[in-house]
């Protein structure tokens, strides 16, 4: 039987931290169901003419490929 050698790439840098500390859970489930994770300071947005939007971030995002974002507040 052969083995399966693909790649397998995870990646936690975009990810919550789950700590052994009373109540963690409840934070962290606030966090991804109510709140959301927060993104750092936008500095400047831009629309092309086909309606794509460009952000420009103070500093690394660590959002994935093809990670649905949702802005509130904003407009350009």
Not at 23 to 37: A, Y
Not at 41 to 60: E, K, P, R, V
């Amino acid at each position: 039987m052969a083995t399966d050698v693909d790649v397998q790439f995870f990646s936690h840098l975009n990810g919550l931290v789950l700590d052994h500390n009373w109540g963690d859970l409840i934070r962290l489930l606030d966090t991804c169901l109510v709140n959301g994770l927060p993104l750092t300071a936008i500095t400047s947005a831009t629309i092309d003419a086909q309606g794509d939007i460009t952000l420009n971030l103070y500093a690394d995002h660590k959002c994935l490929l093809f990670q649905i974002i949702e802005l509130t507040g904003f407009a350009p």
